[in-house]
T-cell receptor, first 116, second 113 residues
């Protein structure tokens, strides 16, 4: 158990809909990262937050957005869903922004999103 | 610029034989290197990490990796494969001022009885 929690575990929805995925980082971790893993794209970094502020952006679509709240939990919002958005969405957390050698990410169990 | 290459997308071994998963990296800075494992339908788990201490790093489940600067490699090994080792393995490099993580594409390990 990494200490990172994600809810829900599974989510099934229809095209055009909007969903929210939630992540709680490990106790003491200030950074949260979101990843998308699909069969054809592999593991894709989406976005990182540090202590409530957006820190880095990866391959995140404009239909997707995220935020980190004062209690450090984070939410990933996916809107106007398409079939291709079906994937496993992982959240990870780290103490800092990985600027310190040895700072590393710990991953949650993921949310499996199925868009029908 | 930093990059990481996992040289094999699929590796198949017999139970009880050695495992070698290869990873080469490119970095202008002194890197940190990680191996993660992902079992089917499970999340990603940190196997081991190198952060400029000992070049031979021991991880969980009997895995180890050796940092070879001259070869820019960080290959993952295990002396004897177990059926439960069947999973996807990812090599990751972190370097540069922002220590951004660069992920390899993964190596799928199959263990045959």
């Amino acid at each position: 158990d990494s200490g990172v929690t994600q809810t829900p575990k599974h989510l099934i929805t229809a095209t055009g809909q909007r969903v929210t995925l939630r992540c709680s980082p490990r106790s003491g971790d200030l950074s949260v990262y979101w990843y998308q893993q699909s069969l054809d794209q592999g593991l894709q970094f989406l976005i990182q937050y540090y202590n409530g502020e957006e820190r880095a952006k990866g391959n995140i679509l404009e239909r997707f957005s995220a935020q980190q709240f004062p209690d450090l939990h984070s939410e990933l919002n996916l809107s106007s869903l398409e079939l291709g958005d079906s994937a496993l969405y992982f959240c990870a957390s780290s103490v800092g922004v990985l600027s310190q050698k040895g700072d590393t990410q710990y991953f949650g169990p993921g949310t499996r999103l199925t868009v029908l | 610029a930093q990059s990481v290459t996992q040289l094999d997308s699929h590796v198949s071994v017999s139970e009880g034989t050695p495992v070698l998963l290869r990873c080469n990296y490119s970095s202008s800075y002194s890197p940190s290197l990680f191996w993660y494992v992902q079992h089917p339908n499970k999340g990603l788990q940190l196997l081991l990490k190198y952060t400029s201490a000992a070049t031979l790093v021991k991880g969980i489940n009997g895995f180890e990796a050796e940092f070879k600067k001259s070869e820019t490699s960080f290959h993952l090994t295990k002396p004897s494969a177990h059926m439960s080792d069947a999973a996807e393995y990812f090599c990751v490099v972190s370097a540069g001022n922002n220590r951004k993580l660069i992920w390899g594409l993964g190596t799928s390990l199959a263990v045959n009885p």
